[in-house]
């Protein structure tokens, strides 16, 4: 069962030909400042690409690997933060939520609530996320197969709300690594439109002495397979000085590399017949 609907001015899961979109930000919210600089930078770029943007960043990173990481700060102040740059950028934005007590004040600021892939099978937080009405990407969990998903995707449709898409970001096939399987991506599209996240499938989990490691050489490689593919978008995270992030810097996208990956991106979907580069 593919849906369709729109994220502000971002056209999800049209079975017409559509362009791709782009799910993008910093993995966190390092300061107001730093994601107002991200998102006006991602703007500037998709715009001259006429490639239609969500910003993402979170307010909270409840599932970092060690309990001194940076999580974020937090749901009042995040909220308001995401709220304070949307309505100033006009940009869509997307946020991660952890419990289902965080749903209606993250839908005050977010157009999309994304739920975290360990938690794509917590029925109280997929509810509560699908009661505000919001769009809802359901993170596929590392360790549920593709054609599972259908039972989130349930969970999410039974409070009415049809406004929902998957993301595929690798699964665990031993310790410390993901691989992605690219037939999950034609499996899950015949339920509901299907993003890509191409930086989280590079990433290794809690492989650096309590952190992630990564290895974002691959992302390209990774973004361009799924594109041909016929994916509806492509996450990617995104930070201006990956060494320095304060969340998932080792396997994020370098802003200065965004723009040509795009280039690339929208040259294989014209190629591949699934999108115009009009």
């Known amino acids: 069962m593919r849906n369709s609907f729109e994220v502000g001015p971002v ?5 017409r030909v559509a362009r791709l979109f782009l799910v993008a930000g910093p993995c966190v919210i390092e300061s107001e400042g730093h994601v107002r600089t991200m998102a006006e930078a991602l703007q500037r770029i998709t715009s001259d690409l006429k490639i239609p943007l969500i910003f993402k ?26 709220a304070r740059l949307a309505r100033e950028t006009g940009l869509p934005v997307l946020t991660d939520v952890h419990e289902p007590e965080h749903c209606a004040l ?9 739920i975290p892939a360990f938690l794509c099978r917590q029925t109280d937080l997929l509810v509560a996320a699908g009661k ?66 191409g930086t989280h499938a590079v990433q290794q989990p809690s492989a650096a002495d309590g952190v992630s490691g990564g290895q974002p050489e691959f992302i390209p490689l990774l973004a361009r397979a799924a594109v041909a593919a016929g994916v509806d978008g492509v996450f ?3 930070h201006d000085d990956p060494a320095r992030a304060k969340s998932d810097g080792a396997n994020a996208l370098d802003l200065k590399l965004l723009r040509p990956l795009l280039e690339t991106l929208l040259a294989i979907q014209a190629a591949a017949g699934a999108g115009s580069a009009d």
């Open 11 to 15: 056209q999800i899961g049209l079975d």
């Open 236 to 238: 990617l995270e995104v």
């Open 132 to 197: 505000t009405g919001r769009a809802v990407n359901i993170k596929k969990g590392q360790f549920v197969a593709p054609w599972d998903m259908k039972h989130p995707l349930e969970k999410i449709r039974s409070t009415g709300n049809e406004r929902v898409f998957l993301t595929e970001r690798g699964s665990s096939f031993g310790y410390n690594n993901l691989v992605v399987d690219f037939r999950s991506l034609g499996i899950m599209r015949e339920l509901a439109p299907v993003v890509f996240d």
């Open 57 to 82: 960043a979170s307010y909270d990173k409840a599932n970092r690997t060690s309990v001194q990481s940076f999580r974020g700060p937090g749901l009042k102040e995040g909220v308001r933060i995401l």
């Open 106 to 114: 993250a839908a005050e600021a977010a157009d999309v609530l994304q």
